[in-house]
């Protein structure tokens, strides 16, 4: 089945520690996205890709890197120098040629202890 | 894009018709108006999109105003199962060019009561 699939559903790490959340989409979308959720709160942006090897800054880059070295991969690293990592985190993918329908992943809640 | 502009929360009993407003005064042209929903601790879920004239679907209705300045989704006959958060967004459809980005603004809390 074509889907988006988001790994692990919950991650506990110690402050201080880089930690890398895992996208990867069978839908052979072009474009990724990656939102932060918090409590109450909407889905603000963080980076988006629209094709492999290009990404760009969403509204709360700081802190936060990504990669995009396949259409069906686009991993997203919270670093040390996002000051407050703990929220829940969404992939999306979708074609733009054919709709802005976007597809979810199930999400990755990270704790940071 | 659009900014879309919703209610925080709504109340719905359930076997009623939910009406949900989105109010997006700037939206260009080329925008389609999507909404999404988001059952608690989920992904969120398409629900319909559509650029001027209403839209149906096996989910929903929406309505939007022949000025395109806002809109309306309609769930016919809400269920407790729809009780989630949703979101209307303004968002292009572009063939081959840069995509605008998906902006989700905090939504509408709908709560289906018995």
């Known amino acids: 089945d074509g889907g988006i699939t988001q790994s692990p559903k919950y991650l506990f790490r110690k402050e201080g520690q880089n930690v890398t959340l895992s996208c990867e989409q069978n839908?052979?979308?072009?474009?990724m996205y990656w939102y932060r959720q918090d409590p109450g709160q909407g889905l603000r942006l963080i980076y988006y890709?629209?094709?492999?090897?290009?990404?760009q800054k969403g509204d709360i880059a700081e802190g936060y890197s990504v990669s995009r070295e396949k259409k069906e991969s686009f991993p997203l690293t919270v670093t040390s120098a996002q000051k407050n990592p703990t929220a829940f985190y969404l992939c999306a993918s979708l074609d733009p040629t054919i709709s802005t329908e976007a597809f979810f992943g199930q999400g990755t809640r990270l704790t940071v202890v | 894009d659009a900014k879309t502009t919703q209610p925080p929360s709504m109340d719905c009993a359930e076997g009623r018709a939910a009406n949900l407003p989105c109010n997006h005064s700037t939206i260009s042209g080329n925008e389609y108006v999507y909404w999404y929903r988001q059952i608690h601790s989920q992904g969120p879920q398409y629900i319909i999109h559509?650029?001027?004239n209403n839209e149906t679907n096996e989910m929903a209705s929406l309505i939007i105003t022949e000025d395109r300045k806002s809109s309306t989704l309609i769930l016919p006959h809400a269920t407790l199962r729809d009780t989630a958060v949703y979101y209307c967004i303004g968002a292009r459809l572009n063939y081959g060019g840069s995509q605008g980005n998906l902006i989700f603004g905090k939504g509408t809390k709908l709560s289906v009561k018995p």
């Open positions: 839908l052979n979308h072009d474009a």
């Open positions: 559509g650029l001027k």
């Open positions: 890709s629209q094709i492999v090897n290009d990404f």
